[in-house]
Protein backbone atom coordinates (compact mmCIF):
# COMPACT_ATOMS: atom_id res chain seq x y z
CA UNK A 1 0.00 0.00 0.00
CA UNK A 2 1.42 3.38 -1.48
CA UNK A 3 1.14 6.09 1.44
CA UNK A 4 2.64 9.48 1.20
CA UNK A 5 3.33 11.98 4.23
CA UNK A 6 4.05 15.88 3.93
CA UNK A 7 5.59 17.55 6.43
CA UNK A 8 7.18 20.95 6.53
CA UNK A 9 4.40 23.64 5.85
CA UNK A 10 3.94 26.74 8.90
CA UNK A 11 3.61 30.43 9.06
CA UNK A 12 6.57 32.52 6.91
CA UNK A 13 6.61 35.95 6.23
CA UNK A 14 6.18 36.98 3.22
CA UNK A 15 9.73 36.94 1.30
CA UNK A 16 10.39 34.14 3.37
CA UNK A 17 11.48 30.71 2.01
CA UNK A 18 10.27 26.75 3.42
CA UNK A 19 11.20 23.27 2.53
CA UNK A 20 8.67 20.64 2.24
CA UNK A 21 9.30 16.62 2.14
CA UNK A 22 6.77 14.32 1.05
CA UNK A 23 8.06 10.85 2.19
CA UNK A 24 6.63 7.43 0.34
CA UNK A 25 6.28 4.46 1.86
CA UNK A 26 5.03 1.08 0.48
CA UNK A 27 7.38 0.21 -2.32
CA UNK A 28 10.37 2.61 -4.38
CA UNK A 29 9.01 5.65 -6.08
CA UNK A 30 11.89 5.36 -8.93
CA UNK A 31 10.09 4.94 -11.41
CA UNK A 32 7.51 7.08 -11.00
CA UNK A 33 7.10 10.95 -11.86
CA UNK A 34 6.39 12.73 -8.20
CA UNK A 35 4.13 16.41 -8.54
CA UNK A 36 3.10 18.87 -6.11
CA UNK A 37 0.00 20.61 -6.16
CA UNK A 38 -1.67 22.95 -3.85
CA UNK A 39 -5.00 23.80 -2.79
CA UNK A 40 -5.85 27.52 -1.66
CA UNK A 41 -9.64 28.08 0.18
CA UNK A 42 -12.18 28.50 -2.02
CA UNK A 43 -10.36 27.96 -4.78
CA UNK A 44 -9.46 24.51 -7.49
CA UNK A 45 -6.18 22.88 -6.51
CA UNK A 46 -3.38 23.62 -8.77
CA UNK A 47 -0.44 22.22 -10.63
CA UNK A 48 2.65 23.13 -8.82
CA UNK A 49 5.35 21.58 -9.85
CA UNK A 50 6.80 17.71 -11.24
CA UNK A 51 10.08 15.89 -11.31
CA UNK A 52 9.84 12.85 -13.89
CA UNK A 53 12.04 9.72 -13.18
CA UNK A 54 14.39 11.02 -15.73
CA UNK A 55 14.72 14.00 -13.51
CA UNK A 56 13.24 16.38 -16.45
CA UNK A 57 10.90 19.18 -14.09
CA UNK A 58 8.03 21.25 -15.30
CA UNK A 59 6.79 24.62 -12.70
CA UNK A 60 3.63 26.68 -12.64
CA UNK A 61 3.83 29.75 -14.49
CA UNK A 62 3.36 31.65 -11.02
CA UNK A 63 6.30 29.89 -9.34
CA UNK A 64 8.89 29.45 -11.82
CA UNK A 65 11.88 30.39 -10.92
CA UNK A 66 11.01 30.74 -7.07
CA UNK A 67 10.14 26.87 -6.68
CA UNK A 68 12.27 24.20 -6.78
CA UNK A 69 11.41 20.08 -6.83
CA UNK A 70 13.95 17.58 -5.88
CA UNK A 71 13.63 13.96 -5.06
CA UNK A 72 16.14 11.80 -3.38
CA UNK A 73 14.99 7.86 -4.36
CA UNK A 74 17.14 6.72 -2.10
CA UNK A 75 15.58 8.03 0.51
CA UNK A 76 12.35 7.81 -1.08
CA UNK A 77 11.53 11.23 -0.52
CA UNK A 78 10.73 14.63 -2.83
CA UNK A 79 10.83 18.11 -1.83
CA UNK A 80 9.87 21.32 -2.81
CA UNK A 81 11.92 24.17 -1.82
CA UNK A 82 10.23 27.16 -2.12
CA UNK A 83 11.48 30.87 -1.85
CA UNK A 84 10.84 34.47 -1.84
CA UNK A 85 7.35 33.38 -0.75
CA UNK A 86 4.37 35.40 -1.37
CA UNK A 87 0.69 35.61 0.22
CA UNK A 88 -0.80 34.52 -3.14
CA UNK A 89 1.20 31.16 -2.26
CA UNK A 90 -0.63 30.72 0.43
CA UNK A 91 -2.65 27.25 0.68
CA UNK A 92 -2.58 23.61 1.54
CA UNK A 93 0.23 22.02 -0.35
CA UNK A 94 -0.04 17.80 -1.80
CA UNK A 95 2.82 15.59 -3.31
CA UNK A 96 1.58 13.15 -5.58
CA UNK A 97 2.90 10.04 -7.68
CA UNK A 98 2.06 9.54 -10.88
CA UNK A 99 3.21 5.83 -11.17
CA UNK A 100 2.40 5.06 -15.03
CA UNK A 101 2.05 8.14 -17.22
CA UNK A 102 5.10 8.72 -19.34
CA UNK A 103 5.45 12.13 -20.06
CA UNK A 104 5.38 15.37 -17.70
CA UNK A 105 1.92 15.00 -16.06
CA UNK A 106 0.38 18.62 -15.25
CA UNK A 107 -2.83 17.32 -14.18
CA UNK A 108 -4.67 15.47 -11.12
CA UNK A 109 -5.73 13.05 -13.44
CA UNK A 110 -2.40 11.93 -14.33
CA UNK A 111 -1.65 10.54 -10.58
CA UNK A 112 -2.25 7.60 -8.59
CA UNK A 113 -1.14 8.11 -4.97
CA UNK A 114 -2.04 11.45 -3.27
CA UNK A 115 -0.78 12.67 0.30
CA UNK A 116 -2.87 14.39 3.14
CA UNK A 117 -1.63 18.28 2.62
CA UNK A 118 0.37 20.30 4.45
CA UNK A 119 -0.57 23.76 5.21
CA UNK A 120 1.68 26.89 3.97
CA UNK A 121 0.73 30.23 5.48
CA UNK A 122 2.65 33.43 3.78
CA UNK A 123 1.96 36.07 6.00
CA UNK A 124 2.89 39.79 7.89
Known amino acids: QVRLVESGGGLVHPGGSLRLSCAAS????????MGWFRQAPGKEREFVAV???????NYAESVQGRFTITRDNAKNTVYLKMNSLKPEDTANYYC??????????????????WGQGTQVTVSS
Open 96 to 113: AEASSYVGIPRYQTQYDY
Open 51 to 57: RTRGDFT
Open 26 to 33: GRSFSRSA
